[in-house]
């Protein structure tokens, strides 16, 4: 069975203060890995696909990567603005399905 | 461009009540998806559809039923709900199975 699991479950940073998160997995043949963000309220935003390890994706202050074990999400700089709940999910070449983590809350203090 | 909208946004039912919530896409997505999303628990999936005309179980079914209407719309029926059933729920679609996803707001129901 696939799993997923983040840390920390929740961060706190000052504004400009740099940090990654962490998502780790465990899956039988891994087909993709998604970021993505949550904000209060709303769903899931899509942030990046990652299919094999070495590959590197970025997106504004945002710098996704991963192995064959694990991924990161590091935040350069962060602003208040990235305040949101970062969701890890993975997918594999046996049951079609997306495993999703329970997500690392960001929290950045201006 | 609305991406993925889903009603109502809020519900709240008696146990044994049955209802149904709607979702409907407008990117041309072939996949759609009902999740739902309980504190600490993650995304578990409840059915999917990978293609119109065609509908699976996913993770948690139990106790839900689904439509895809046509290509646009896929629909999450609770038949008679209960308080384990509260939860928030998302609809979701994806151009192909499994890949990147666009969500829906999200409906808040509690079962009292």
């Known amino acids: 069975e696939d799993q997923v699991t983040q840390s920390p479950e929740a961060l706190r940073l000052q504004e400009g203060e740099s940090s990654s998160l962490n998502c780790s997995y465990t899956v039988s043949g891994l087909r993709g890995l998604f970021w993505y963000r949550q904000d209060p309220g709303k769903g899931p935003e899509f942030l990046f696909t990652l299919y094999s390890a070495g590959e590197e994706k970025e997106k504004e202050r945002l710098k996704a990567t991963l192995t064959k074990k694990e991924s990161f999400l590091h935040i350069t700089a962060p602003k208040p603005e990235d305040s949101a709940t970062y969701l890890c999910?993975?997918?594999?070449?046996?049951?079609?399905?997306?495993?999703f983590g329970t997500g690392t809350k960001l929290q950045v203090i201006p | 461009n609305a991406g993925v909208t889903q009603t109502p946004k809020f519900q709240v039912l008696k146990t044994g009540q049955s209802m149904t919530l709607q979702c409907a896409q407008d990117m041309n997505h072939n996949s759609m998806y009902w999740y739902r999303q309980d504190p600490g628990m993650g995304l578990r999936l409840i059915y999917y559809s990978a293609s119109e005309g065609t509908t699976d179980k996913g993770e948690v079914p139990n106790g839900y039923n689904v439509s895809r209407l046509n290509k646009r719309e896929f629909s999450l029926r609770l038949e008679s709900a209960a308080p384990s059933q509260t939860s928030v729920y998302f609809c979701?679609?994806?151009?192909?199975?499994?890949?990147?996803?666009?969500f829906g707001q999200g409906t808040r129901l509690t079962v009292v």
């Open positions: 999910a993975v997918t594999s070449g046996g049951y079609q399905k997306v495993t």
């Open positions: 979701a679609s994806s151009g192909q199975m499994n890949t990147e996803a666009f």
